[in-house]
């Protein structure tokens, strides 16, 4: 079999698939099943049809589904087929982590450290990070371990800037990992310790979520020289 006949044949498997999952989708979103509706607008989203995706998402939204609203949340901010709206994008998340939703949780935080569609103000932002923490959050667990560090919203506490990093790091956050390695690399919060900062460096570095690898090289560089 040549190789145009088989990607033929996987794409044709792949459209047939994606097609019966929409077709699956519709009547259960019109007769109004919540998950479905996000399901569906998950599957618009994915294919950049962000008018429908909205639609759905708003759908969703009218029965309390916290997944929806906050990618309504998304959609505001990114301004994914509509101009971008912070305080559109505030409101949504916050109905969504009002409803105790995790991710939802760290992106109020986020509003409320950067002042996005409200005011700043670190405090708030601890305490919605402290929310989805609290639920294994990771991403809110690192920025709580940043606030710490910087004493943003909270006493500047290097120690236990380093018990979240930790907590988000072994979880496999690339960023906290990075950040671990910062405090190993110069003993704050904890002892010096070369081998640890390499250590976790080094896992950043081989994160495959890792953003910025250029940076972390650096700092793996650096750490190398000593």
Known sequence: MS?????????????????????????????????AQYQ????????????????WYNRAAEQSDPRAMNNLGVIYEDG????????????WYKRAAEQNYAT????????FYYGEGVGQDYLEAYTWYL???????????K???????LGEGVKQDAVEAVRWFLLAAEKNNWEAQMYLGDMF?????????????????????????????????????????K
């Open 3 to 35: 190789l145009y006949i088989m990607l033929f044949l996987i794409l044709s498997v792949f459209l047939y698939a994606e097609n019966h999952l929409n077709e699956d989708l519709m009547p259960r979103a019109e007769a109004g099943d919540p998950d």
């Open 40 to 55: 569906l607008g998950t599957y618009h989203l994915k294919k950049m049809e962000y008018k429908d995706a909205r639609y």
């Open 80 to 91: 994914l087929g509509i101009e971008p709206n912070s305080s559109e994008a505030f409101r």
């Open 104 to 111: 939802a949780q760290n992106n109020v935080g986020v509003m």
């Open 131 to 141: 929310k989805a923490a609290n639920q294994g959050y990771t991403e809110a667990q």
């Open 143 to 149: 920025n709580i371990g940043e606030l710490f560090r």
């Open 185 to 225: 690399a110069i003993g704050e919060g904890t002892a010096l310790d070369y081998e640890q900062a390499h250590k976790w460096y080094l896992l950043a570095l081989e994160n495959e979520d890792c953003e910025d690898k250029e940076l972390v090289m650096n700092k793996l560089s650096a750490i190398k020289e």
